[in-house]
């Protein structure tokens, strides 16, 4: 039998009072790390903005998913979409500190030049920003009742370790959070507190394999 590949699992698009609560009740009682990407704009909601710091409190890293989470940044202008990035950094605070994760928004969960914008990639590094993306988008945010099995398949197809994007979001796909959790740990799969290297373009401000195909180039002049 073919060991079960390690997963990180990652929750985007919150913090939400109606579902973030709960997402991290169970998985302090599964004892389960994940990341969180937040959108800056809903930080500006003090409750919104406690549990931004609860999860970081409870040892869940917490990262940047801009201000707005609207078109994705490369297809922005761009200081449109350098201040995308900067405006969400100042709402997160010290949150931030000291990994600086940021994660692009990709319009459905692609990959591609569509994600950054050749001065938000500069911007990033120059900041000493970690870019996480993901290889599974069980697509929790349009099918809140059949993602667990999407979910599953496709970690049983996986060949290398998993970051999976999830969503804190008010559509009721949470309430299958703790079966598909159960699932994977029968099992076996470890899940991972941090993003696998191949899901990481940029690396505290430093260019790792895989950036060119998610930056789109420079306008001509």
């Known amino acids: 039998m073919v060991p079960a590949q390690p997963i990180c699992l990652s929750f985007d698009n919150g913090p939400?009072?109606?579902?973030?609560?709960?997402?991290?009740?169970?998985?302090?009682?599964?004892?389960?790390?994940a990341m969180f990407f937040v959108v800056g704009e809903k930080l500006r909601d003090p409750a919104r903005l406690a549990l931004a710091r609860r999860a970081r409190a409870e040892g869940h890293p917490v990262g940047n998913h801009t201000l707005s989470h609207g078109t994705p940044l490369g297809?922005?202008?761009?200081?449109?979409?350098?201040?995308?990035?900067?405006?969400?950094?100042?709402?997160?605070?010290?949150?931030?500190?000291?990994?600086?994760?940021?994660?692009?928004?990709?319009?459905?969960?692609?990959?591609?030049?569509?994600?950054?914008?050749a001065a938000a990639a500069r911007h990033l590094r120059a900041g000493g920003h970690t870019v996480v993306l993901w290889n599974a988008v069980p697509r929790d945010f349009e099918d809140p009742e059949g993602w667990p099995e999407r979910a599953l398949a496709q970690h049983a197809a996986a060949t290398a370790p998993v970051l999976m994007v999830l969503h804190?979001?008010?559509?009721?796909?949470m309430r299958h959070l703790d079966r598909l959790l159960g699932l994977l740990q029968d099992r076996g799969a470890a899940f991972l507190a941090g993003p696998p290297a191949a899901c990481v373009p940029i690396r505290r401000g430093a260019a790792m394999p895989g950036l060119g195909a998610i930056v789109s180039p420079d306008p001509a002049p």
């Open 16 to 33: 939400e009072p109606e579902v973030t609560p709960g997402v991290l009740d169970l998985l302090a009682r599964r004892r389960i790390p």
């Open 75 to 117: 297809r922005r202008g761009a200081a449109e979409a350098v201040a995308e990035i900067a405006a969400c950094d100042a709402l997160l605070g010290p949150l931030r500190e000291p990994e600086r994760l940021f994660r692009p928004n990709g319009g459905g969960g692609a990959l591609g030049p569509h994600l950054l914008n």
């Open 168 to 173: 804190d979001l008010p559509n009721g796909a």
